[in-house]
């Protein structure tokens, strides 16, 4: 990263896709994106790899995944999820909380922190505001009993919101997935999809304190077996 910073890689231009940049900035980019979901990471793997060869398109595919369609047209979810948020949670409009967030950020995660530590930024001018501003308690009073899942080492929703989400309400259930990435369901093996479905089909839910071990994706590309 520290490379690509200070010599950026340029991607050509493609019949769908204008001239791109690759720094370090994109490179930690395409790694927060390969970490939603493990079949990324030989993606992540080759493009790095690609890098020291003096080749970024990878990288930037990877950095782009999210804000482009199959067709390289815009996708339009980042300024969709922005909309969501500035309008969800209560954002400070000072410039001054955002950096002090953002330093705090790069202080735990010195290669990654910036990438966090200014996401709402744009909040502080969102040109729209509502009067219907929900701030909890989260408490569903009344419902039925709630399944709630949460991926130890998921990167976009960490466990620790699952664990207070749970908290919260007052009727709830946390299965816990010891494992990786973002949305469990259908990408984990049959423990958390049998416990879903059986969850969404009857209502019923599994014990609590209930942990799945997250099964390896068929296309994870796994080291072969050492000699014992």
């Not at 369609?69 to 000072?94: H, I, Q």
């Not at 501003?133 to 009073?141: E, N, Q, S, V």
Request: aromatic share 6%; with cysteine.
């Amino acid at each position: 990263m520290d490379r690509l910073e200070a010599a950026p890689l340029t991607v050509p231009a493609t019949e769908n896709t204008p001239e791109g940049r690759v720094d370090g900035a994109t490179a930690a980019v395409a790694a927060r994106v390969a970490m939603i979901d493990r079949g990324l990471w030989p993606l992540l793997t080759l493009g790095l790899v690609s890098a020291e060869d003096g080749e970024g398109g990878l990288l930037l595919f990877l950095a782009e995944a999210l804000a482009r369609e199959p067709d390289g047209s815009p996708s339009g979810l980042f300024e969709a999820n922005l909309a969501v948020n500035c309008l969800d949670k209560e954002v400070p409009r000072e410039i001054a909380p955002h950096d002090r967030q953002a330093a705090e950020a790069q202080r735990v995660a010195p290669r990654t922190g910036f990438l966090a530590g200014y996401a709402f930024l744009p909040c502080t001018s969102w040109p729209v505001r509502t009067d219907a501003l929900f701030t909890g308690p989260y408490t569903a009073a009344g419902a039925p009993t709630v399944l709630v899942l949460g991926t130890r080492l998921d990167s976009q929703t960490p466990y620790p919101w699952a664990r207070a989400m749970t908290d919260s309400l007052d009727d709830a259930v946390l299965l816990t997935v010891d494992g990786v990435g973002h949305v469990a369901y259908g990408s984990s093996g049959e423990c958390v999809d049998g416990a879903v479905d059986t969850y969404l089909l009857t209502g019923r839910t599994p014990p609590a304190g209930t942990t799945c071990v997250q099964q390896p994706p068929a296309s994870a590309a796994l080291p072969p077996a050492q000699p014992s």
